[in-house]
């Protein structure tokens, strides 16, 4: 046996938006090579389908890990499993490695000489993108908009905004999410706040009329878009969603959102 | 039946980057609702596994089409299936929607009234971020370097590039794909590109000693990291491969890749 085989191994696995977006090496890791599951569900939430569904088909027990497991106490419990010769497997919805706190994880874990192997999932980004037509050449830099904290908004997502519009490039915001706390920010909430935070510098970049999209990715798809002001009624209800502000839109761009019908204050249902 | 139970649909179905990388969603998909399901491999590949080995897996005939059929001829095929109320399929390795022929053949369909149905898949782009650890948060504009056509090298990747540098963003290219015409581009290929834009505009972007990052994204991951001049030795040769230009490296990203190593001309394999 080479010393690769013997490699004691941690997966950091995604198992995309929902769980019928699972990849079949996902769950061929999971059922043949995971000895011990631990599933953090704090970064994001799946639109349909558990970890208690995911238990029943892999038949396994999974376990639960928080906030605090992996960033206060620097994922020690899954270190823990791999010193004692465990390959074990940090599960996450949508796709892991996005987050500072796996990709911290993972480097602790080959420092110790342990093997790595990340599994993608399905990315709400990318998908965001694939759902509304908007060609990823043309995508800026992305940003979170979260709600203010000690009663500080903050400024950053306006400054993206600004830096992409110069380059004609749409702006996509992923938004507040804290599933221990029950936070979830909708694009209505995102509207307001990029509306504050135009009143705050006036660049006029964005304003009640400027075109935005709204999404929730599941199994059935929720797209709405029109104008701003169209957002902050709240037409779409399910979390967690993502917000596209999209610069100049480009022909094929354009002839898509309006085939859908998503230009003038409509929302869509694709399933 | 409502009208929307009876609306023909057309799927556009990503399968991901080899054939375990496909979701149970897309499986159940061409296994239950797709009558004729057509594959589109000449915009990408699958790193392993294929469209007989598919056929297998779901127990249909998949029919091939070419850059003709869908691009000169306007996915006409497809449409000719809807319109004899066939749900249709059109399936690619990784993930659709990113190739403005599948956009425009979405838009094709919905304006004769058909439903549609994008279905995600593992992209490139995504993944090759997570293998190496950069932050999503951190990516510039995408872009894709050609190789010259009629003794004309495109200047475009190299605009990119400044633009990404001058605000901190990493630049991630797709190299030149055709798959009809046995047009693989390799990282090898692609650093030679950039040192030639380089010596052509003389702004010291890019040198030989620059840092960049090559990947070959498979059941077993090949990541090269180092110095231009390593990735002109051609140290990875499986294809597909994506090249990364990194800005300046955020704390978490240069532990990460010092922790595999592949900060100084070395390949690595994660299986």
Same mark, same amino acid.
């Given at each position: ?13 995604? %198992? ?15 059922? !043949? ?38 960033? !206060? ?5 899954? %270190? ?48 965001? %993108? ?89 199994? !059935? ?51």
């Amino acid at each position: 046996m080479s010393s690769k085989d013997r490699c004691v191994k941690l997966y950091i696995i995604g %198992l995309g938006l929902y769980l019928k977006q699972i990849t079949l090496e996902a769950l061929e890791i999971l059922r !043949d090579r995971c000895e011990k599951i631990f599933a953090e569900e704090y970064t994001s939430i799946s639109s349909r389908g558990g970890i208690e569904d995911l238990e029943k088909i892999i038949g396994k027990k999974i376990i639960r890990v928080s906030r605090k497991d992996l960033e !206060d106490l620097n994922g020690e419990i899954l %270190l823990k499993n791999l010193r004692e010769n465990v390959n074990t497997c940090l599960i996450t919805w949508g796709d892991p490695m996005t987050a500072t706190t796996h990709v911290s994880i993972a480097k602790r874990a080959v420092e110790e000489g342990f093997c790595i192997r990340y599994v993608p999932g399905i990315s709400s980004i990318h998908a965001a %993108l694939g759902f509304t037509g908007l060609m990823i050449y043309r995508l800026g830099k992305i940003s979170t908009i979260t709600f203010p904290k000690d009663n500080i908004l903050s400024e950053y997502p306006y400054h993206v905004l600004r830096e992409n519009m110069i380059r004609g490039l749409h702006t996509l915001y992923l938004l507040d999410i804290d599933v221990e706390k029950n936070i979830f920010m909708r694009t209505s909430d995102a509207v307001r706040i990029l509306l504050e935070l135009e009143e705050r510098f006036r660049e006029n970049l964005f304003n009640e009329k400027s075109f935005v999209l709204g999404i929730h990715i599941d199994e !059935d798809t929720i797209i709405c878009g029109g104008e701003a002001k169209f957002m902050l009624k709240d037409p779409l209800k399910e979390v967690p969603q993502i917000l596209i502000v999209p610069s100049k839109l480009f022909v094929t761009e354009d002839e898509y959102i309006r085939s859908l019908g998503l230009k003038y204050d409509r929302c869509i249902t694709i399933s």
